[in-house]
């Protein structure tokens, strides 16, 4: 009807609906940023988004395609942020909630199961059905 430019589907066009699955899910939050990026004198991390809902912090990770090894080394350098103690000094004290968002319930169990050793959550499609 008139539209002459194409958008192509890509990896990150459903990794972007999954992200949005959990905006929409925690109430369309005011206070949310997409790709955050962390700077930390060690290594930087980026968040698919973060947000913060009621008071509590929301680093949000959303698992489309990724290596489940990938998946456990980003929990491990959470870990390490959280032990070094900058977000927590900057932020009043509490360091945010890490989310993974995936759509299987065999990662979510592997996920769960890694015990990183920070406040996590995890969830599937048909937890937030």
């Known amino acids: 009807m ?3 430019k194409v958008i192509a589907k890509t990896p ?3 990794h972007t609906l999954m992200r949005n699955d959990i905006y929409i899910h925690y109430g369309c939050p005011k206070l949310w940023q997409n790709e955050y990026k962390i700077p930390n004198p060690e290594f930087t991390i980026i968040p698919d988004a973060i947000f913060s809902v ?3 912090q929301y680093f949000l ?3 489309h395609l990724q290596k489940m ?3 456990l080394e980003k929990l491990a350098r959470y870990k390490q942020f959280k032990d070094m103690g900058l977000w927590q000094k900057k932020n009043m004290g509490r360091f945010p909630v890490v989310l993974f968002y995936t759509e299987k319930e ?4 592997q996920i769960t199961q890694s015990n990183p050793g920070i ?3 995890v969830y599937t499609k048909e937890d937030l059905l």
């Open 69 to 71: 090894k990938k998946n």
């Open 12 to 14: 990150q066009f459903h």
């Open 119 to 121: 406040d996590l959550l």
């Open 54 to 56: 009621k008071g509590v």
């Open 61 to 63: 990770e959303v698992d």
């Open 2 to 4: 008139g539209c002459e």
């Open 106 to 109: 065999s990662r979510k169990v």
